[in-house]
């Protein structure tokens, strides 16, 4: 069955950086876009970046441009976020997503993020 699995969450100062990283099994993963997602307590999950394919494009959020930089290395099955500049309000539990034809079918199960001020 398809697995994504989200590493390299933590506690960080403000202004600190992180990499997440998502490692795909049981898909095609080179077939699928690929996103990062968040979700604070008490607020709904919101969208963060998505890679294309090949990794010919990408798209972020206005919050994080210039911040967090998404990519893939479809040799390994794996995407990543790197976070840069981190700031508290992006405290949240941030999932992985992989989409086929425009929708995100498969979730990882998120990973902890936390930046103190």
């Known amino acids: 069955q398809v697995q994504l699995v989200e590493s390299g969450g933590g506690l960080v100062q403000a202004g600190g950086s992180l990499r997440l990283s998502c490692a795909a099994s049981?898909?095609?993963?080179?077939?699928?876009?690929m996103g990062w997602f968040r979700q604070a307590p008490g607020k709904e999950r919101e969208f963060v970046a998505e890679?294309?394919?090949?990794?010919?494009?990408?798209y972020s959020r206005d919050s994080v441009k210039g911040r967090f930089t998404i990519s893939r290395d479809n040799a390994k099955n794996t995407v990543y976020l790197q976070m840069d500049s981190l700031k508290p309000e992006d405290t949240a539990v941030y999932y992985c997503?992989?989409?086929?034809?425009?929708?995100?079918?498969?979730w990882g199960q998120g990973t902890q993020v936390t930046v103190s001020s």
């Open positions: 049981g898909l095609t993963f080179s077939s699928y876009t």
């Open positions: 997503a992989a989409a086929l034809r425009g929708n995100y079918n498969y």
């Open positions: 890679i294309a394919r090949s990794g010919e494009y990408t």
